[in-house]
């Protein structure tokens, strides 16, 4: 989710540019942006985490 919306709000739509421009002033902090990407990768590698969990990969039976 956290990459899709990342690669919508690259394109060259309407909405994208004008949503880059809201965000522009806070992006130039680095406090501000520093902190909302580090909430955006463990949002995502919780996501990832939880989703292709390790032990149930390995727990689940093979059924051929």
């Known amino acids: 989710v ?8 690259a394109g060259p739509s309407r909405v994208a540019r004008d949503i880059r421009r809201a965000i522009a002033p ?12 580090a909430v955006l990768v463990l949002a995502n590698i919780g996501v990832l985490r939880d989703s292709t969990s390790i ?4 727990q689940s039976p093979v059924s051929h």
Do not use: Q
Not at 26 to 37: L, M, Q, R, S
Not at 55 to 58: K, L, P, Q, S, Y
């Open 55 to 58: 032990e149930m990969i390995v």
């Open 2 to 9: 956290i990459a899709i919306l990342g690669a919508t709000l």
């Open 26 to 37: 806070w992006a130039d902090e680095p406090g501000i942006a520093y902190t909302v990407f």
